[in-house]
Structure formats: C-alpha cells, structure tokens
C-alpha cells in the first residue's frame, strides 16, 4: 500500500488490508510512506491510498494522474476515499 500521511484514508484501507490478510496468510501486506512529488512520480503514485499487487494497481485508470493527492474510488455505493473489502478481495482473485 501507497500513501501519504495528509491523506486518511489510507487508514481505512490497511484495516481492510488487514482483514483480507487474516483470512489469507499467505498475503504480505507492506507499506510504503511517499513523501515528495518525485518520489509520487517515481513510483507511479495514483493518489492515497494505492494499492499494488505484485508492483500493479488494479484500480488505475489509463492516463491517472501521478501526485500527492487523496485517491477517489468507485464504489457500489458511489465515490469513496478507498475501495471496498469486496474490491480488493477481487482485485486479489484477480491477479
């Protein structure tokens, strides 16, 4: 997981994260704390939170902006500040 610590929503995420590595342990979850715009750009930063899974982020768009920014997620339920147990849980599936 990709964060910055202005954006909170990270927090929810890594509970979710949490969860989903509870009930599969052979998920390693580690964090990553960007800090600079050229770090964002380095590693190709979509936004708090990000999530990759093997070095991917199954939630970005074609042509999302790289920066130090809150993320929005589409939900079910509408916009949010991070995705769904359920999406990450198929974001996983799918991998």
Request: hydrophobic residues 45%.
């Amino acid at each position: 997981m990709l964060y910055f610590d202005g954006c909170p929503n990270w927090k929810i995420v890594d509970d979710r994260l949490a969860v989903m590595a509870a009930e599969r342990p052979e998920i390693t979850i580690t964090h990553h704390l960007v800090e600079t715009f050229e770090e964002a750009k380095r590693v190709a930063f979509h936004g708090s939170p990000s999530i990759l899974i093997d070095g991917v982020d199954p939630f970005a768009g074609a042509g999302a902006a790289v920066g130090l920014a809150c993320r929005i997620y589409q939900t079910a339920q509408g916009q949010a500040g991070s995705p769904t147990l359920e999406q990450l849980r198929s974001a996983v599936a799918n991998t």
